[in-house]
C-alpha cells in the first residue's frame, strides 16, 4: 500500500509539472511583441510574392489554423493540450513543408537520446567509481590529484569545453571530423562505426563535465560515511576494504546520487541540446537551431514540448525506480 502510495503520488507530481510547463510554453509565445502569423506573412512578401489582398487574407487565415491561433485564449489553450496530449500533430513544419513536424521530430528523437543516455551513463558510473576510491582514501596523492581534477573541470560550461574540443581534436590535430557526416548502409557496421566516430566528441564534452560533478559529490558522502559506526564494527571485525566498500559504504553513498541523477537530467539535456548545435549533431537541438532561424512556429512548439515530456518522463522513471533500490521507501 505504501509502495502504491508512492507510485500514485509520483505520478501526480509527473502530471503537474507537464501540465505547468505546457501552460507556461502556451503563453510565453503569446505575450511576446512578434506575431508569428504576420512574421510569416512579412517572410513571403520579402522573397517577392506578389498576392492582392484576398490572397494575403487567405493565407493569413490559414497560418491561423495551422499554428492554432484562432478562437479566444480558452480554445487555443485547449487546442493546443489536444494536439500535444491526445492526437501528437503539430501540423506540418513550415520551414520543410509538407513534412509533418512529428515525423522530423521522431527522426531526431533517438539521436539526442541516444547521445544524452550514453554520456549520463558513462559519467555517473565513472564518477561514481572515482569518487567512491578517493573518498575512502581522503588524504592519499591520487585523491587530492582526482579532487582538484574534478573541481577544474565541473564549473566548465559546455558550450565552451565543446569549443575546446572542437578545435584541439577537428582543427589543429584534425582526428574527429568538424561537423557530423553519417556514412554507410542501414544496419551495417560501416554505420554503427560512424555514429560511434561522429558521437566521440559531443560525448566526451558531456561526460567531462558531468564526471567532476560526480566525483565530487560521491567523494563527500563516502568520506562521512567511513567514520560511521557501523563502518568502524566492520573494520573492527577484519572485513576486507573491498567488502566494507561494496556492502556497506556503496549502498548508502549511491542513493543521494540516483536523487542527483534525476534533478540533473534536464541540465545535462540543455548541454546536449547546445553541444549538437556546436557540432552539428542530427538532434533535437539542432532541429529547435533550425526552427528558430527559420521562424518556424509549428516546429518550435512542437519540439520544446516533446523535449518537455521527455525530460519529465526520464525523471519520474528515475523516481520510480527508487523504491527498488531504497527498501525504506517501500515499507515506510
Known amino acids: 500500500m505504501n509502495l502504491l502510495r508512492y507510485i500514485a503520488g509520483r505520478l501526480v507530481v509527473y502530471a503537474l509539472v507537464i501540465i505547468f510547463a505546457l501552460t507556461v510554453l502556451f503563453f510565453v509565445p503569446r505575450l511576446g511583441p512578434t506575431d508569428p502569423v504576420e512574421a510569416m506573412l512579412a517572410k513571403v512578401a520579402s522573397q517577392g510574392a506578389y498576392m492582392d489582398a484576398a490572397q494575403v487574407d487567405m493565407l493569413r487565415q490559414s497560418l491561423s489554423d495551422t499554428f492554432g491561433l484562432n478562437g479566444t485564449l480558452l480554445e487555443q489553450y485547449w487546442a493546443f493540450i489536444k494536439r500535444i496530449v491526445i492526437t501528437a500533430d503539430f501540423g506540418p513544419s513550415l520551414s520543410m513543408y509538407p ?79 568538424l561537423t557530423t557526416t553519417i556514412r554507410g548502409a542501414p544496419w551495417s557496421w560501416d554505420l554503427i562505426a560512424s ?46 576494504d573491498a567488502r566494507i566498500l561494496s556492502r556497506y559504504v556503496l549502498p548508502n553513498a549511491i542513493l543521494p546520487q540516483i536523487t542527483f541523477l534525476a534533478l540533473q537530467i534536464g541540465l545535462m539535456f540543455n548541454g546536449s541540446l547546445i553541444t549538437e548545435i556546436l557540432f552539428d549533431y542530427p538532434g533535437l537541438g539542432l532541429l529547435i537551431y533550425s526552427a528558430v532561424l527559420q521562424g518556424d512556429f509549428n516546429l518550435l512548439m512542437g519540439t520544446i514540448s516533446l523535449s518537455i515530456i521527455a525530460v519529465a518522463t526520464a525523471t519520474m522513471v528515475i523516481d520510480l525506480l527508487y523504491p527498488l533500490i531504497d527498501p525504506r521507501i517501500r515499507h515506510r
Open 195 to 240: 555514429i560511434v566516430w561522429n558521437s566521440f566528441l559531443p560525448a566526451m564534452s558531456i561526460v567531462i563535465v558531468v564526471f567532476g560533478w560526480w566525483v565530487i559529490s560521491v567523494k563527500a558522502q563516502t568520506t562521512a560515511l567511513r567514520e560511521e559506526e557501523f563502518v568502524r564494527y566492520a573494520r573492527l571485525k577484519g572485513l576486507s
Open 99 to 177: 513534412t509533418p513536424v512529428m515525423e522530423l521530430i521522431w527522426n531526431a528523437l533517438p539521436w539526442t537520446f541516444g547521445l544524452l543516455l550514453t554520456s549520463t551513463l558513462i559519467a555517473w558510473i565513472l564518477g561514481n567509481f572515482v569518487g567512491l576510491l578517493s573518498g575512502w582514501r581522503p588524504t592519499s596523492n591520487s585523491s587530492r590529484v582526482m579532487e582538484g581534477i574534478a573541481i577544474c573541470l565541473y564549473p566548465i560550461p559546455y558550450y565552451i569545453l565543446a569549443l575546446v574540443l572542437s578545435i584541439l581534436f577537428s582543427y589543429v590535430w584534425k582526428i574527429f571530423p
